[in-house]
């Protein structure tokens, strides 16, 4: 057994950014928002976004178009919780109201295959 970061992570509109702002969703029906849970190395936004990346690389994202997320997460947002959006470029491009990307981030326990998150008690 041994203590693992994981990250959950909501693509909320995987291809926009190739597409000129238009998810992929939006012409072949499929599901909007790709959600997968995977290992990262820490709980550090540049760890995150690196899985971020990978993640929509595997949907369709082109790579070179990933270099404009940022993290901006709001104030408000439950502990653990990182949200990358695209940064805004100048002299136009698409902006968006929601995030390309939500992530929960917590521990978990790794045994046999299997994760357990874990939650601090305070005593």
């Not at 045994?111 to 939650?119: E, P, T, W």
């Amino acid at each position: 057994m041994k203590i693992v970061t994981l990250a959950h992570i909501t693509l909320t509109r995987p291809g926009s950014l190739s597409r000129g702002g238009f998810p992929s969703s939006v012409s072949d029906g499929s599901p909007k928002d790709r959600s997968e849970t995977v290992i990262v190395a820490s709980d550090e936004q540049g760890d995150v976004l690196e899985a971020v990346k990978k993640l929509a690389i595997k949907h369709g994202e082109q790579a070179e178009r990933l270099s404009t997320l940022g993290a901006t997460t709001p104030y408000g947002k439950p502990r653990g919780t990182i949200c990358f959006s695209e940064q805004p470029q100048p002299y136009g491009g698409t902006q968006f109201g929601s995030h390309y990307a939500v992530c929960e981030v917590f521990p978990a326990l790794e045994a046999d295959g299997r994760y357990f998150r874990l939650n601090e008690v305070s005593v």
